[in-house]
């Protein structure tokens, strides 16, 4: 039952990647900060991510999904990002970390619930080179100690 992260930069591809993994079989997640953002919204809130509660409710909103709809039990599982990408974001904007997030990043390493293989999507834009108007995208595969174990995957699209 192993269940990998996609992880990456907004708009890279993540979200199609799931969508293709999710037609070959595969059981996802959807990633829950797109969510929360878009319900706070919806509330009336403009900027959700200045609100007090807005990386608590992703925490509460991954576990949620995490429990639902990967229960231990079942197959291969693809979650787009994970408590950790939450972790990334606080950081990003430089927000202290709340204890939710610090006892589910706790409870997801003593539980071992994620594979240590992470799968970091990436668009290519790169400085001097140019690519004919098209998109490439890497899949890469990435070991959770730091070590980039290589590309597995190029997408390029027109």
């Known amino acids: 039952m192993p269940r990998y992260v996609l992880t990456g930069t907004p708009g890279s ?3 199609a990647i799931l969508r293709l993994l999710e037609l070959a079989g595969y059981a996802v997640v959807e990633e829950a900060a797109t969510d929360v953002i878009a319900l706070e919204q919806a509330r009336g809130q403009v900027r959700p991510e200045e609100w007090p509660g ?15 709809l990967a229960p231990p039990w079942c197959g291969t599982v693809f979650f787009d990002r994970s408590p950790v990408c939450t972790l990334a974001l606080a ?3 430089g927000k202290p970390v709340p204890a939710a997030l ?18 970091l999507i990436m668009t290519i834009v790169q400085k001097g080179f140019h690519y004919d108007s098209r998109t490439v ?9 730091g070590g980039l174990g290589g590309v597995i ?3 390029v699209r027109k």
């Open 137 to 145: 995208t890497l899949i890469v595969l990435a070991l959770s100690g």
């Open 153 to 155: 995957g190029i997408n």
């Open 91 to 93: 950081r990003f904007l």
């Open 102 to 119: 610090t006892a589910e990043l706790d409870r997801i390493a003593a539980g071992a619930v994620y594979a240590l293989i992470l799968l």
């Open 13 to 15: 591809g993540k979200t």
């Open 54 to 68: 807005f990386l608590p409710a992703i925490t509460a909103l991954q576990r949620q999904r995490q429990e639902r």
